[in-house]
């Protein structure tokens, strides 16, 4: 009982700390947004493909203002169409100065496609070339024929796109019960991870909801029920996708980015760092780039750091920092707190519009510098201590002069300190190496130099007890000294000195053979399972003979015993089992040579049927002539 | 102690050469055989090795079977035990026979390889 309600807590307590700061994952760079843009301009074809260039474009805040567009619209019109008329007035709308014909017809025609009868797409369509061409309607017919329509369809892009109309409807109509759609219909959305909402029907059915439920609530004033995470998972799943399959998709996300710019309730905010967010004494301003969905700056946020902690000592830095807005990125001067380097923990917050979502982010920040080497000394100590070190001190990036010598009787030493090249304070980098190479061998170690508590580096090499990582091998080793880490900006490999080691017990020089790692193995020959050792067969035969052999004895006995054949009646039904008898082992044999077991016992059913009868017939005969001679024997 | 035995086995021979009926006797010869068959199949395998086992189960399995079927037939069809065997008539007990001794060959054939 107790783990599972441990496992439970622990389990809602990772729920609810991933759902306090869920900031959006996926978004739209201004890459994905030219490219947006591009497959929206791409010339059309037709009517349908002009309105969703036409629309699309000026979603993404773009005006087509081409008066070939607009003769391309009127010649392409169908006034018996709705769809067509639809498609002509929504782009006409978009279109500065286009102004569509209207007759009485096409009014008619439009007015008569709003009932119950007509599909919600059809409904909608009607609805929206009257609005665009100004065209009075009844909006309260048509929440009727919506309703109508939702109760007898009850798919995912019915109730979209009934959304769409009511957001064109007149704001006394009564369109609460399109309003709690939303709501229904934000419930059907497919939670995936956590990370993203969308519907089964796809990518469009999720951009075009977006779109609508905003439309809606826009014209409504009235907040839309989805909640603040709801709304970033939206934004992951429509904005995942940077290339679209057909124009229509493009135009749903196009529309579902517009409508989360621009409407009155919820504005996700995208923020990003410009580069890598990482900042050194050369690049000492950390900028960031604060968006809504279309990439467009808001310059009406104001970034604050709320803290700034760093990771490794977790002691706040920085507390409530503004950062200034120039040219649209967002910049603030870190290095101006002294921060030493290591990582640091940003949480930055956008305040100015209580319409912004995921206005809280947590970023990472790395803060570099340059390293310096100070009082790098080497020397040379001899074991029993009885000549005193002489130590060599040696500059970065200078070579020691002369090399230092070194046999079984010394102990070479270095030591050094790591500092960072601004401040002056010790640096305990990743890697520290010490290399020792060995130029005609090209044999090379490697040994790490620890650092003590006083941060000062230490490496001594004992001849004695390093013998086997240089395979005894006395000569000339150059010295490099190795310095790196992820938050230095310049890592060091430095030629310190030369070193000429001399160890007891040297073998012959062998050169370094590489590696047989990647060179051809030895084939392996698969040796087939020899068959066993057959006995001769001479031995085989013999014993063949000799286990016939009692068969000979058993014909023999009988012949003494007189066991008769005389009572053996030619009756058919004899003669027939006998046959079917020695057919019957016949087929056995030949079972054994070349039949497998289906084949034999088809065979054996045959021929054994047939033997059974004869044979029956045939035994019932003896028992009736034993009987006979038995009551034969009795009476007499 | 020898002699007793020696007077046992002479008596028992004259006993069965005397009372037991012919037909019996052709079974028992026959069982013999089958007996003899079976050891010398045993020694072959002593002797020279069980290379191909299978065949050598496959024959002594034979051996053992037809042995055990024939002493049924002897059983049955003994006039002395007729008490027993009242609903099987010597005729059935023969076709019995014959119908073991089918699938016991279907069996030997198939495993002897």
Not at chain 1, 75 to 90: G, I, Q
Not at chain 1, 187 to 216: C, I, K
Not at chain 1, 453 to 469: A, I, V, W
Not at chain 1, 473 to 480: D, E
């Amino acid at each position: 009982m107790y783990p599972f309600e441990g496992l439970f807590s622990l389990l809602v307590l990772s729920l609810v700390l991933e759902t306090q700061a869920l900031t959006p994952t996926h978004h739209l760079t201004t890459t994905d947004v030219a490219r947006l843009q591009a497959v929206l301009s791409q010339p059309f074809t037709d009517l349908k493909s002009a309105y969703y260039s036409v629309v699309g474009l000026s979603k993404l805040g773009i005006s087509v203002a081409d008066a070939a567009t607009c003769r391309f619209i009127k010649s392409n019109l169908d006034p018996s169409s709705v769809e067509s008329l639809f498609f002509a007035a929504e782009a006409s709308q978009a279109l500065p100065g286009c102004e569509i014909p209207v007759s009485n017809d096409t009014r008619d025609l439009l007015l008569a496609t709003v009932s119950e009868d007509s599909t919600a797409s059809q409904i909608h369509q009607s609805v929206s070339a009257l609005s665009s061409l100004g065209l009075p309607l009844a909006s309260q017919e048509v929440v009727s024929a919506l309703k109508a329509r939702i109760s007898k369809e009850d798919n995912v892009l019915t109730i979209i796109l009934a959304l769409q109309t009511a957001s064109r409807l007149s704001q006394q109509a009564e369109l609460g019960e399109i309003l709690e759609e939303i709501e229904d219909l934000a419930a059907r959305l497919d939670d995936l991870g956590g990370v993203y909402l969308q519907f089964e029907e796809g990518l469009e059915a999720t951009a075009l909801f977006v779109s609508a439920a905003y439309a809606l609530s826009d014209h409504v004033d009235m907040e839309p029920p989805l909640k603040e995470d709801q709304v970033i998972q939206l934004v992951n799943s429509i904005f995942s996708k940077k290339s679209w399959d057909s124009l229509s998709e493009a135009f749903s996300v196009a529309s579902a980015a517009e409508s989360l710019s621009n409407n009155r309730f919820h504005v996700p905010v995208i923020v990003s760092a410009q580069g890598p967010a990482a900042i050194s004494h050369s690049q000492p301003f950390l900028r960031l780039q604060v968006t809504n969905v279309l990439c467009k700056p808001l310059s009406s946020a104001s970034v604050l750091v709320e803290s700034a902690t760093a990771t490794s000592s977790k002691s706040a830095i920085l507390s409530q920092a503004p950062f200034t807005l120039r040219d649209g990125v967002f910049e603030l001067n870190f290095m101006a707190s002294q921060p030493a380097s290591g990582y640091y923990q940003f949480s930055v917050a956008i305040a100015g519009d209580s319409r912004f979502v995921a206005n809280h982010v947590e970023l990472k920040v790395k803060v570099s510098t340059r390293v310096s080497i100070n009082n790098m000394d080497l020397s040379v100590v001899d074991k029993d201590q009885s000549i005193g070190p002489k130590t060599t001190r040696v500059e970065y990036p200078a070579k020691a002069k002369a090399s230092f010598m070194a046999d079984s009787h010394q102990i070479f030493a270095m030591t050094f300190q790591l500092v960072d090249e601004t401040t002056g304070v010790e640096l305990t980098p990743h890697q520290t190496f010490v290399r020792l190479h060995n130029q005609k061998t090209g044999q090379e170690v490697v040994f790490v130099a620890e650092p003590d508590s006083k941060n000062l580096y230490k490496f001594e090499l004992d001849t004695t007890e390093r013998k086997t990582e240089f395979d005894s091998i006395s000569g000339t080793y150059a010295l490099y000294l190795m310095v790196g880490d992820a938050t230095l900006e310049n890592p060091i490999l430095w030629n310190v000195a030369d070193v000429v080691l001399k160890f007891l017990d040297e073998e012959a020089p062998s050169t370094i053979q590489a590696k047989t790692l990647y060179t051809p193995k030895p084939e392996i020959q698969h040796l087939f399972r020899e068959p066993e050792k057959k006995p001769p067969t001479v031995v085989s035969n013999a014993f063949t003979a000799l286990v016939l052999s009692p068969f000979l004895l058993l014909l023999i006995l009988w012949f003494k015993l007189g066991a008769n054949i005389s009572n053996f009646t030619l009756s058919p039904s004899t003669v027939l089992f006998h046959i079917g008898h020695a057919a019957m082992l016949g087929l056995m044999y030949v079972y054994w040579t070349h039949l497998n077991m289906f084949q034999t016992l088809k065979y054996l059913a045959i021929i054994g049927s047939f033997t059974f009868l004869a044979g029956n017939r045939m035994l019932a005969q003896k028992a009736v002539k034993r009987l006979v001679d038995n009551l034969a024997a009795k009476l007499l | 102690m020898s002699n007793s035995v020696i007077s046992v086995i002479s008596r028992f021979l004259e006993e069965y050469a005397s009372s037991t009926p012919n037909k019996l006797k052709v079974i028992d010869a026959y069982l013999l055989y089958i007996m003899m068959t079976g050891a010398l199949q045993f020694l072959y395998c002593l002797l020279v090795g069980t290379f191909p086992f299978n065949s050598f189960l496959s024959g002594f399995i034979s051996c053992v079977g037809s042995f055990i079927l024939a002493v049924c037939l002897r059983i049955q069809i003994n006039p002395q035990n007729k008490g027993e065997f009242l609903s099987i008539s010597p005729e059935r007990a023969f076709a019995d026979f014959l119908f073991a001794h089918t699938v016991l060959h279907l069996v030997v054939i198939n495993f002897i390889g």
